[in-house]
């Protein structure tokens, strides 16, 4: 990969962690729901307007406007709001390289293999230890919100895998055309019809730099460039950038409201993260560097004797 693209990846990640701290900035002023819904407005017009749509059934991109507005960022963004720090938002979305490993294996009958139940076992023992460590940083509401959110990246997956289509970027522009209204409805549903006039109310520049900020570098231009990147170089190359983002959002959450990180949730992320990192690896490339390990270990222990 060439150091640039290299460059512009690693400020993409910085971009996509940072990111949930805006998400904060932005909830502390509205409701969660309205704010997403804001966010996918803004993205799409008027912007759908001047791309063709994609050659996929309008069932694909119906549900992912659904998984993707509603299912991943309206439950994120919601979790924000009832508790859950930024940073700790940002590493508990990764939790779907488990998610993954069910809906794939339920759903699109893959096998699961050796990496990919390492990666999960690490990832759930990582969780296992941020739901007892204290310090503030973690809701239960906001736990089982951003975990739904993380099930939901999954699905998406499966979304993108069935309708079969190359135009990705265009694919994403017109499904998450489908997503503002439900949230609006949702949030009306949860908050009753007062929530519009408050959104009428308290909308000030924070939040209006928080919708903005969240949909045009964060959605169009992120996406844009992530998609370029894995047409240039493949998934398999890109995705590991991914880690980085959690990394960000932490530091995110410690530069912008002070969150504290703790020695468990440092030891948690790196197990998640790890659990990531490996479930994405060949499973022969894992189990040559297992034996390496086991070999190097075996030799120190005779060589002690």
Known sequence: ???????????????????????KLGVNNIDPLMLTALRFTFAVFPLVFFIKRPNVQWRYLVAYGLSFGVGVWGLTTLSIRLGL????????????????????????????TFNKLLGAGLALMGLFIIMQADGGAISMAGLVLVLLASVCWSINGVIVKWANTREIFAFNIWGMLFAPLPLVCLSILINGSQVVFELLAEFDRSTLFSVLF?????????????????????ISSVAPMTLLVPVFGILGGYWFYQEVISLSQIVAGVMILGGLFISQMPSYLLKS?????????????????
């Open 85 to 112: 720090s930024a940073g700790m938002a940002s590493l508990l979305l990764d939790m779907s390289v488990v998610s993954s490993l069910l809906v794939g294996y339920f759903v699109l009958k893959e096998k699961l």
């Open 1 to 23: 990969m060439k150091q640039r693209d290299v460059g512009l990846l690693f400020a993409l990640m910085a971009l996509w962690g940072l990111n949930f701290s805006v998400i």
């Open 214 to 234: 969240q949909a045009y570098p964060t959605t169009l231009f992120g996406y844009w460039l992530w998609n370029k990147m894995i047409v240039k170089y493949g």
């Open 289 to 305: 560097r297992l034996r390496k390990v086991v070999f190097y270990v075996q030799s120190r222990i005779n060589g002690l004797r």
